[in-house]
C-alpha cells in the first residue's frame, strides 16, 4: 500500500523524534499475576531452548490463560493449587471492579518526568478482555470489557502532557474464540479464529479504536485474521490519522495452510525463524516500523525500528517478580544509546497491579530515567 510505503521511509517528524515510548499491558491477568521467574527472557528461551518448551513455561504473566491450559505447566500446577478450577474469565468480573482504582493522572506525570515521548497502550490482549466500554460486543463472550473508558482517559492524560498516544490490539489472537492451547510456533501463526465473525469483530474494534481515539500508532500482535478488508483499515487509517504510523505485526497466514501439510511447513518455518530471530516475526506486507521484543539486535539499517521489552521478564504484572529480575536505568540508557543512533526506539513496559498500581521497582526505574545524570 503506497501510504504505507511512504511512511516506512519517510515518518512523521513527531516519530523521528519519539526515542522512547511507554508500553502498558494491564487486564485480568493482573490478578493471579504468576508467570515463572527461573525462566530466562523471552528472546534467550527461544534461541535456547525448543519452542514448545518456551510455550509451557513462558515468563509472560499476560499469557496466564494460555499457559493454565497446557496441562503440567507452572501456570497450570500453579493455577490447581491456588484457583482449582476456577475459570479465568472469573478474574475478569473481579478486574472490572478493581479497575476503578487506577489513576492515569498519576501514571502520565510518572511517564513524562521519565522522558516519554510517547504512551502505547493494551487495549485488548490474547485473553479477548477490552480495555474501554466498547460498543463492539464479543459474540462469544457479550459484557467481556471495562464498563468505562480507560484507554480514552489514559490518552487524554498523556496528550494533555504533550505525549502521543497509540493503541495495541491483539488482531490475530483472541483465546475468547478458541479453545486449544498454543504450544508449537505453528500454533502462534495459525490457531486463530478466521471467520465472517471473527473477522467483523477485529475489524469492527479496529474502526472503533480509529474513531474513537486518533491513535498515533496502531500496533498490532502476532498478525492479522485472513480477512481481505485489511487494506481498507489502512486507508481508514491514514485518512482519518494523517501523522499516524503502523507497526509490522499485520501478517496473514492463508486458509489452505491450516491442513496438516500446510501447518508442518508453517510449524518448521516458524520455528526456524524464532530460533535465529526470536524478537523479529516474519517479515510482512505493511508496516512503517518493524518491532523487536526483548532483543536489540538490528541490522536493517535503511528501516526504523521500535524494540519493545518489560523492566522484567513479564509484560504484565508478575508478582513473583524478584529484584534481579528487573532491568537497570543504566541498563535502559544503554539500549538507547545502542539503537537511537540506527534509527531505533525503546517501548518500556509498565505492568500494573489489578488495582492500577506501578509496582515499586518499575516506579524506581523510570524515576531514575527521569533524574538528570
Request: proline share 7%.
Amino acid at each position: 500500500m503506497e501510504t504505507v510505503n511512504i511512511h516506512r521511509y519517510n515518518p512523521p517528524q513527531w516519530f523521528r523524534e519519539a526515542d522512547f515510548g511507554i508500553f502498558i499491558h494491564w487486564g485480568p491477568s493482573s490478578i493471579p499475576a504468576f508467570a515463572p521467574v527461573e525462566v530466562d527472557d523471552y528472546a534467550k528461551l527461544m534461541r535456547e531452548k525448543p519452542p514448545e518448551y518456551m510455550f509451557k513455561n513462558i515468563p509472560y504473566a499476560e499469557w496466564y490463560q494460555n499457559s493454565i491450559r497446557i496441562k503440567g505447566s507452572p501456570a497450570y500446577l500453579y493455577h490447581k493449587e491456588n484457583y482449582g478450577d476456577k475459570p479465568y474469565s472469573a478474574f475478569a468480573e473481579e478486574f472490572k471492579q478493581s479497575a476503578r482504582n487506577v489513576d492515569v493522572e498519576g501514571w502520565a506525570d510518572l511517564f513524562k518526568k521519565a522522558g516519554a515521548k510517547y504512551v502505547v497502550v493494551v487495549s485488548k490482549h490474547h485473553d479477548g478482555f477490552v480495555m474501554f466500554d466498547t460498543k463492539v460486543e464479543n459474540p462469544k463472550m457479550p459484557g467481556y470489557h471495562l464498563d468505562f473508558d480507560y484507554v480514552g482517559n489514559l490518552a487524554a492524560a498523556c496528550r494533555k502532557r504533550g505525549m502521543r498516544f497509540g493503541v495495541y490490539y491483539s488482531s490475530l489472537i483472541d483465546w475468547t474464540f478458541t479453545k486449544k492451547p498454543i504450544d508449537s510456533p505453528g500454533d502462534l501463526f495459525l490457531c486463530n479464529d478466521n471467520s465472517r465473525t471473527y473477522c467483523d469483530y477485529c475489524f469492527n474494534h479496529w474502526i472503533e479504536i480509529i474513531d474513537r481515539y486518533s491513535p498515533d500508532v496502531l500496533w498490532s500482535d502476532i498478525g492479522y485474521p485472513t480477512d481481505p478488508r485489511l487494506e481498507e483499515l489502512f486507508a481508514y487509517y491514514y485518512k482519518a490519522v494523517p501523522e499516524g504510523v503502523v507497526n509490522d505485526r499485520w501478517g496473514q497466514w492463508p486458509k489452505f495452510l491450516r491442513n496438516p501439510i500446510g501447518r508442518a511447513f508453517v510449524n518448521y518455518a516458524a520455528r526456524k525463524m524464532l530460533r535465529e530471530s526470536p524478537g523479529k516475526l516474519l517479515d510482512t506486507k505493511y508496516y512503517d516500523f518493524r518491532t523487536l521484543e526483548y532483543t536489540a539486535d538490528w541490522q536493517e539499517n535503511d528501516l526504523y525500528f521500535e524494540v519493545c521489552r518489560g523492566m522484567d521478564k513479564s509484560f504484565g504484572y508478575n508478582r513473583f517478580s524478584r529484584p534481579q529480575d528487573y532491568i537497570t536505568a543504566d541498563e535502559v540508557r544503554a539500549i538507547l544509546t545502542e539503537v537511537v543512533p540506527k534509527k531505533g526506539r525503546l517501548l518500556l513496559n509498565v505492568g500494573p497491579d489489578s488495582l492500577g498500581k506501578i509496582p515499586d521497582y518499575q516506579v524506581k526505574i523510570l524515576e531514575e530515567l527521569g533524574r538528570k545524570e
